[in-house]
């Protein structure tokens, strides 16, 4: 049986590798086959950590790994540890009051959570006190020792 991840390195403002970025692959063509996002995270899940050796898989940084809504709110992201992994929100998931109360519990958790391919638009602002606030983002500050992703929504580049 043969089984394939694509890895994409993800910096840190320093340009260090902070991580990377785990996206399914069903063959060694390098493309996305067009697989049922919920399905293709769960394959990739399956093959980081019981095919593969995650750690090896990200050099010992944290794995990305893109969740569909259905998945958010399933709860799946928390049946895999806080320490090794970034939740990375695709971006066809709507900001709805179920997805933000799952991202809000996933962050309460000690979870880390990235916005896969953002572009903010009014329609996607979540509604009252919480709009043009990305609560359900990566927290304020990184983890002790350790710079936020390049490009995060945290720190003094925030909104930059």
């Known amino acids: 049986m043969e089984v394939y991840v694509a890895r994409q390195p993800v910096f840190d403002r320093k340009m260090n590798t902070y991580g990377y ?69 695709l971006e066809t998931v709507e900001p709805t009051e179920e997805i933000l109360a799952a991202c809000r519990q996933l962050k309460k958790a000690g979870y880390l959570l990235a916005l896969d391919d953002f572009v903010l638009e009014s329609r996607r602002r979540p509604p009252g006190p919480a709009g043009g606030h990305h609560q359900g983002g990566l927290p304020p500050d990184p983890p002790a020792g350790a710079e936020p992703p390049h490009g995060s929504l945290t720190g003094p580049a925030a909104g930059t």
């Open 21 to 89: 970025e785990l996206l399914y692959r069903r063959t060694q063509e390098n493309i996305f086959d067009g697989t049922d996002s919920s399905r293709a995270t769960a394959e990739l899940i399956h093959n980081a950590f019981l095919v593969m050796n995650l750690t090896d898989l990200t050099d010992g940084g944290r794995g990305f790994i893109n969740f569909s809504g259905d998945l958010l709110v399933a709860g799946v992201p928390a049946m895999l540890p806080d320490e090794q992994i970034v939740v990375e929100i």
